[in-house]
């Protein structure tokens, strides 16, 4: 399953559908709001993206890792709109016969996805005005908060 | 020929629109349309220069040549995750 | 959370235990039971452990993960007793500010836990007698379903 | 003296017993407890091989000397997970 979704991701479902009679690991990473970045504090993140394009390249990413691993199950979820702190984001699972594929395969998706899926983040921070981040230079916001 | 091309995130912010038309001369390269975005929208410059373009939702390198009925994107460095 | 425990492991639970505003990344390991060992089929399983020292080997590790990675959060849960197939023998999850300390410590501990901790597998299968997993040789018994 | 030794998993099974009682000379080492647990029970010898002791929940190697009042284990090869 490939989702932009604007409302909070279901893990409990995305773990249930990743469950397989020949898979004995299932590794799912989250990302999540973080509240704190150094001495500023974010209220919420809006997200924002080029959406035909982004479910394109996502799938895309999921056939990479499907050849390019052992891997028979992968799922992505982000994320569009606010996203209030301690929530969800982005969420990828994996399942595979053995653990080493499903790790390898899910932070090998998680890293392209930040390098190659158009989706933006903003950050509304308590104190300033929010700022869009596009790293790692953003003219005229603050620094962004640091991939996670 | 017009083309039109997408615009996301602070590159909307700053052009106030989520897409903007240019007028181009025949077969531009991507790398023609840059300048020209720049040209027209002094403010998106500095963004530009740490942008991909997009053409049918791949990435595309600056001397591929534009036709004017594919989906142009100006993508500014994502932050999804 | 370190815990040893006879009924279902609740996914949702200790994902919402995990959240923490200093965090940007949460990993989840699942371990789930293999219906299918090549040509073998698993009609359950069952975990015998030796409860005190495996508790207190799991916080060890937990401990350790702590002091050598930036991660925050670190829950672990065995499952004891039968467990059908398609279910959750294992969850490991880590919570860390940034992502690649959540994945090397999730990885580690579970890792670790199939060195370390002192928790047999028994394989009931569908046409032969049960059999404990003592690898990597295990006398008298069949070849053990390879390590998830 | 006496120790108990407990046992897990094939172990248990073998022995039909969750442990069991042997009588040693003062302070054996960890050694001389895997050869008398062997002789006692041949059929555990196989298992012996590949096993680890563990005394008071910590793995302890073949020449850690035991006293009869400490918590001892034979610990089969793990299979967590």
């Given at each position: 399953?490939?989702?932009?979704?604007?409302?909070?991701?279901?893990?409990?479902?995305?773990?249930?559908?990743?469950?397989?009679?020949?898979?004995?690991?299932v590794?799912?990473?989250?990302?999540?709001?973080?509240?704190?970045?150094?001495?500023?504090?974010?209220?919420?993140?809006?997200?924002?993206?080029?959406?035909?394009?982004?479910?394109?390249?996502?799938?895309?990413?999921?056939r990479a890792?499907?050849?390019?691993?052992?891997?028979?199950?992968?799922?992505?979820?982000?994320?569009?709109?606010?996203?209030?702190?301690?929530?969800?984001?982005?969420?990828?699972?994996?399942?595979?016969?053995?653990?080493?594929?499903?790790?390898?395969?899910?932070?090998?998706?998680?890293?392209?996805?930040?390098?190659?899926?158009?989706?933006?983040?903003?950050?509304?921070?308590?104190?300033?005005?929010?700022?869009?981040?596009?790293?790692?230079?953003?003219?005229?916001?603050?620094?962004?908060?640091?991939?996670? | 020929?017009?083309?039109?091309?997408?615009?996301?995130?602070?590159?909307?912010?700053?052009?106030?629109?989520?897409?903007?038309?240019?007028?181009?001369?025949t077969?531009?390269?991507?790398?023609?349309?840059?300048?020209?975005?720049?040209?027209?929208?002094?403010a998106?410059?500095?963004?530009?220069?740490?942008?991909?373009?997009?053409?049918?939702?791949?990435?595309?390198?600056?001397?591929?040549?534009?036709?004017?009925?594919?989906?142009?994107?100006?993508?500014?460095?994502?932050?999804?995750?």
């Amino acid at each position: 399953m490939i989702e932009l979704t604007s409302t909070e991701i279901d893990t409990q479902r995305i773990l249930d559908d990743a469950y397989r009679a020949d898979c004995g690991a299932v590794v799912l990473f989250l990302g999540t709001t973080r509240q704190w970045t150094k001495d500023r504090e974010t209220d919420h993140l809006v997200y924002d993206a080029y959406q035909a394009m982004a479910v394109s390249k996502l799938e895309e990413l999921k056939r990479a890792a499907i050849d390019r691993w052992p891997v028979k199950h992968v799922a992505i979820v982000h994320r569009l709109g606010r996203v209030d702190i301690g929530k969800a984001s982005v969420a990828v699972v994996v399942a595979s016969p053995h653990r080493e594929a499903a790790f390898e395969a899910a932070k090998w998706l998680i890293d392209e996805l930040k390098r190659q899926v158009p989706i933006w983040k903003q950050e509304h921070w308590t104190s300033q005005a929010p700022s869009w981040i596009h790293p790692p230079s953003s003219p005229g916001n603050p620094t962004s908060n640091p991939p996670t | 020929m017009k083309v039109r091309i997408l615009l996301f995130a602070a590159a909307q912010d700053i052009a106030q629109n989520s897409s903007i038309e240019l007028d181009v001369g025949t077969d531009p390269t991507v790398s023609e349309l840059r300048k020209l975005v720049g040209d027209t929208y002094p403010a998106l410059r500095a963004l530009l220069g740490s942008s991909r373009f997009a053409i049918d939702r791949e990435f595309v390198s600056d001397d591929t040549i534009v036709s004017s009925h594919s989906e142009i994107a100006m993508i500014p460095p994502v932050s999804g995750g």
